[in-house]
């Protein structure tokens, strides 16, 4: 009998928190909690998102997204790929190719033209023009490989949120 009543009062938690979720009561946003705030210097500061994704064959990569700022004043804005050592190797100098929206597309440019910390490591500078984008917008990247044929990741829409409080931060 108790265990019955128990049961039908954590029932009923249960649908008024759905409903005030729904309502918008209460706001679900976890983006705020993964964003790390790193102090390189006194005047330098850095927020950074990291993820681990996996392209279309399912190989995992580091996904870094950073804002630097100097000063008080944006310095960059950068997305860098980490895959497996020995399992893939970034083609440098080549811009990184993200696609959005309606068949959109945008070039980032290498990081890395002249010299990269590792093969298995890219990194480019994200376009502005990506700054203001849709919270419903598809994002793809393709990284440019050596084996002529580019990884593609998608981003998931929490992903692109916390990229978006990162571009914001001051």
Do not use: C
């Not at 005047?43 to 993820?51: D, E, G, L, P, S």
């Not at 970034?90 to 993200?98: A, G, M, R, S, V």
């Not at 696609?99 to 945008?106: E, P, R």
């Not at 917008?137 to 990284?143: E, N, R, V, W, Y």
């Amino acid at each position: 009998m108790i265990k019955q009543f128990f049961s039908q009062i954590m029932l009923i938690i249960g649908l008024v928190f759905l409903i005030l979720v729904y309502q918008g009561s209460f706001k679900l946003n976890s983006a705020n909690a993964l964003i790390r705030e790193i102090e390189e210097t006194p005047a330098q500061i850095v927020y950074q998102v990291k993820h681990t994704l996996r392209d279309e064959e399912r190989k995992p990569w580091q996904v870094v997204f950073y804002k630097r700022l100097k000063s008080g004043e944006l310095d960059t804005i950068n997305l860098r790929l980490v895959g497996f050592p020995g399992t893939v190797e970034f083609t440098h100098p080549q811009p990184l190719k993200i696609s959005y929206g309606q068949n959109k597309i945008s070039l980032a440019r290498d990081n890395f033209a002249e010299k990269a910390p590792a093969t298995n490591v890219g990194e480019y500078q994200f376009p502005e023009v990506l700054f203001d984008l849709e919270t419903n917008a598809k994002i793809f990247l393709s990284l440019p490989l050596k084996t002529n044929q580019p990884a593609k990741i998608k981003i998931p829409f929490p992903v692109l949120l916390e990229w978006q409080e990162v571009i914001s931060r001051k």
